[in-house]
């Protein structure tokens, strides 16, 4: 039971950090309209 919890966790966590690294800066940059500062941001993060 517990090796069980502990493996859905960490399912969850990798979505999320997924989730985070793609998809929010995606969204971040479509709304600053791919400024060149941006793009930086994106390269650092990824």
């Known amino acids: 039971m517990c090796t069980e ?3 859905l966790t960490n399912i ?3 979505i999320a950090t997924f989730l985070f ?4 800066p ?10 060149e500062e941006t793009d ?3 390269v650092e993060t990824l």
């Open 5 to 7: 919890v502990k493996f």
């Open 12 to 14: 969850g966590f990798i």
């Open 21 to 24: 690294k793609f998809l929010f």
């Open 26 to 35: 995606l969204t971040y940059n479509d709304e600053t309209n791919n400024s």
């Open 40 to 42: 930086n941001l994106l």
